[in-house]
């Protein structure tokens, strides 16, 4: 991963070997978290859901636990990293769309902050293409 452009200091943090896993790490995280928290609060992840207008909502709690505690796993691990990046991206999609439609509101404050939500969410999706194409190149390279 080491460019010749580099600062020195930088090339060593690319080339340590955890900063690969802790990469992973930092962009999966949430979800990791937010499947943990909805599997400990099943009524609270259904609530949720219903908030949402996504019916029936427990059959989307499930699979949005799902999601969150598997999508991670297999991007940590290492094992079929593009369906672990895709599932994640996907669902990331889903929810920028669902919970951050901007375009419906109202201008003000509330616009604002789900117009900022729903473009970090088009990052994290970003960021899980690069992560799929990382680890693409790396196994091709091994």
């Known amino acids: 991963m080491r460019s010749e452009h580099s600062p020195r200091f930088v090339a ?20 990791m978290l937010g499947g943990c928290v909805k599997l400990a609060d099943w009524s609270g992840a259904v ?23 598997v999508g991670p796993l297999l991007i940590l691990t290492g094992r079929l990293v593009w369906l672990g990046a895709g599932m994640l991206g996907i669902f990331t999609l889903l929810a920028a769309f669902t919970a951050n439609a901007f375009w419906t509101m109202p201008a003000g404050q ?13 990052g994290l999706i970003g960021g899980f293409i690069l992560i799929a194409l990382v680890a693409g190149r790396a196994r091709r390279d091994a």
């Open 12 to 31: 060593t943090i690319l080339d340590w070997r955890p900063t690969w896993f802790v990469a992973r790490l930092l962009l999966v995280g949430a979800y």
């Open 47 to 69: 609530a949720e859901q219903a908030h949402f207008g996504m019916n029936p909502p427990a059959l989307w709690a499930a699979l949005t636990i799902g999601i969150e505690l």
């Open 110 to 122: 509330d616009r604002f902050m789900a117009t900022n939500a729903f473009f970090e969410h088009l």
